[in-house]
């Protein structure tokens, strides 16, 4: 049951996406371009998402072993340490949205928006998680 579930609000996340614009990599570009013709409304994406998500994760971070609605566990990260791993991964991972205009989680949007060349993106992010798996021992 909990799998039909994560399909449902996984296709409510991708039909939002879609009928607001945001996946839409020029939505992204311009967001991205504080110096030209920046356009905020992805900014209130954001801060409507953190607000959604707000309570939930501090409810998680205060309990001693955070378990879902299903009763599972959930894993949150330990590490909270700046180190070069993450401000490499930070770099890569705003350098190929800001010159792709592509989110992973959106890419996914796109095909059903027939812009199927967000493939070659999708198998380029595909091939950047299994050379860092291999690389990483993960």
């Known amino acids: 049951m909990k799998n039909v579930f994560a399909f449902l609000f996984g296709a409510l996340f991708s039909v939002g ?3 607001s614009g945001m996946s839409n990599p020029e939505k992204v570009l311009d967001f991205l371009d504080l110096f030209g013709d920046w356009d905020a409304s992805l900014a209130f ?11 939930p994760f501090q409810k998680a971070l205060r309990t001693a072993q955070p378990k879902t609605v299903f009763n599972e566990p959930i894993d ?3 590490n909270n340490q700046i180190d ?9 991972f705003g350098a190929g949205w800001g010159i792709a205009g592509i989110c992973p989680a959106p890419s996914f949007t796109l095909i059903g928006l027939g812009h199927y060349q967000v493939l070659y993106f999708i198998v380029a992010m595909l091939v950047g998680v299994w050379i860092h798996r291999k690389w990483s021992g993960a």
């Not at 994406?45 to 309570?55: C, H, K, S, Y």
């Not at 070069?84 to 890569?92: F, S």
Request: charged share 10%; hydrophobic share 70%; aromatic share 4%.
């Open 17 to 19: 996406l879609m009928v």
């Open 45 to 55: 994406v954001m801060m409507g998402a953190i607000t959604v998500a707000f309570i």
């Open 76 to 78: 949150l990260p330990k």
């Open 84 to 92: 070069k791993k993450l401000i490499t991964g930070a770099v890569l």
